[in-house]
């Protein structure tokens, strides 16, 4: 069964980092891609990036490239999302979700990860 | 980057009706790699269409996706209970792949 399990809920400062992860099972990790995608609260979806796990080949949205980091550690089958200064408008959740070929939809999709950002 | 626009915004109906969703792109959208995903509040969305009309093993065929080019649609042909939710459409075919703002069905 194909399963994409993400790291709990986070409650952060403005200026803080924080890296959330997104453990896969069921499949090959490393022929997959895997996408990231933002809501913001009681708004729609948002494409972050996309990294291919077999040799780490990320691409970013433009207007979020330079703001956070996608990464993957094949060894343990996890993808993360990573902030080095959080702002309040990083409040959101945030998704990981397989892609079924680059040009593709996503078929599966995590549970989501819940960040907050308040002073 | 193409942009999708959904209409309505909101669609008021009741369980039985027949829904239909527009989703409407600012260009081609390539080999009609779209899809259609439903959203219910606290979960995850999940993959409906792709292909423009093609359904995933488990999705019921109260569900079915048409169109190609610019103008694609998600119709439900009798609602149930479970399909009042937010419903969103992808193009994939160019990145980077974006999203439509989501139409939300509720019941009237």
């Known amino acids: 069964e194909v399963q994409l399990v993400q790291s709990g809920a986070e409650v952060k400062k403005p200026g803080e980092s924080l890296k959330i992860s997104c453990k896969v099972s069921?499949?090959?990790?490393?022929?997959?891609?895997i996408d990231w995608v933002r809501q913001m609260p009681g708004k729609g979806l948002e494409w972050m990036g996309i990294i291919y796990p077999g040799d780490s080949d990320t691409r970013y949205s433009p207007s979020f490239r330079g703001q956070v980091t996608i990464s993957a550690d094949k060894s343990i089958t996890t993808s993360y999302l990573q902030w080095s200064s959080l702002k309040a408008s990083d409040t959101a959740v945030y998704y990981c979700?397989?892609?079924?070929?680059?040009?593709?939809?996503?078929?599966?999709w995590g549970q989501g990860t819940l960040v907050t950002v308040s002073s | 980057e193409i942009v999708l626009t959904q209409s309505p915004g909101t669609l008021s109906l009741s369980p039985g009706e027949r829904a239909t969703l527009s989703c409407r792109a600012s260009?081609?959208?390539?080999?009609?790699?779209l899809a259609w995903y439903q959203q219910k509040p606290g979960q995850a969305p999940r993959l409906l269409i792709y292909g423009a009309s093609s359904r995933p093993t488990g999705i019921p065929d109260r569900f079915s996706g048409s169109g190609s080019g610019t103008d694609f649609t998600l119709t439900i042909t009798r609602l149930e209970p479970e399909d009042f939710a937010v419903y969103y459409c992808?193009?994939?075919?160019?990145?980077?792949?974006?999203f439509g703002q989501g139409t939300k069905v509720e019941i009237k």
């Open positions: 069921g499949y090959s990790f490393t022929t997959y891609w």
């Open positions: 979700a397989r892609r079924t070929t680059f040009y593709g939809h996503n078929d599966y």
């Open positions: 992808q193009q994939y075919g160019t990145s980077p792949q974006t």
């Open positions: 260009q081609s959208v390539s080999s009609s790699y």
